[in-house]
């Protein structure tokens, strides 16, 4: 059974960065991108940011352009999410999710990460 589990989540000062990761479990795992998401309180999920495996194409949502960083390793079969100069509104549960068979129709995800960025 394919698997994602997020790591790297914490409390952090505006200005300040961490490094989500995204690892996939399962000998069968693939899919065509890894996305990330995130849920604030009272709030609904948004997409974050995406790569697409094989080709290392990224995309990003306005609101962290030019902040946040997607990458991925295929050997590990890990993603990451560098987020940089990260701001109060930045808080959230954060999410990671694989498409499996269908580009962007997300049907595996994790379990989430809370980044909490203190003013």
């Known amino acids: 059974q394919v698997q994602l589990v997020e790591s790297g989540g914490g409390l952090v000062q505006a200005g300040g960065s961490l490094r989500l990761s995204c690892a996939a479990s399962g000998r069968t795992f693939s899919s065509i991108s890894m996305g990330w998401f995130r849920q604030a309180p009272g709030k609904e999920r948004q997409f974050v940011a995406r790569i697409i495996w094989n080709t290392g194409s990224t995309a990003y949502a306005d609101s962290v352009r030019g902040r946040f960083t997607v990458s991925r390793d295929i050997a590990k079969k890990t993603a990451y999410l560098q987020m940089n100069s990260l701001k109060p509104e930045d808080t959230a549960v954060y999410y990671c999710?694989?498409?499996?068979?269908?580009?962007?129709?997300?049907?595996?995800w994790g379990q989430g990460t809370q980044v909490t960025v203190s003013s």
């Open positions: 999710a694989a498409d499996k068979f269908t580009y962007a129709d997300w049907d595996t």
